[in-house]
């Protein structure tokens, strides 16, 4: 099943069944490391639209929506180019 996101600013971003979805949370743990503080994310999901609705829940929206809800960044390559913030997504519906 495919997913359309609209964010923001407009921009629509479609997410195809094969795509492979990674979903970041930001890492705060390591603000506290001195003068060097370093920023990370940690990848809280990986795997395809498919896999998150046979491994979470039967309804793909409400599936989707809550990887999203709980993620800070989504990238849907291995060696991403662009990170989209989650907290911009205004809409998402089934293609």
């Known amino acids: 099943m495919s997913f359309k996101l609209i964010f923001a600013n407009n921009q629509p971003l479609v997410v195809q069944a094969t795509d492979t979805i990674h ?8 603000l506290n490391v001195g003068e060097d503080q370093a920023f990370y994310l940690e990848e809280i999901f990986k795997g395809t639209s498919e896999s998150i609705i046979t491994e979470t829940h039967t309804n793909p929206l409400a599936s ?16 991403p180019t662009t990170y989209y913030q989650t907290s911009n997504i205004v809409s998402l519906t089934t293609e």
Request: net charge negative; charged share 25%; aromatic share 12%.
């Open 23 to 30: 979903a970041w949370k930001n890492d705060t743990s390591y």
């Open 64 to 79: 989707l929506a809550g990887l999203l809800a709980d993620a800070d960044w989504l990238t849907l390559d291995d060696q």
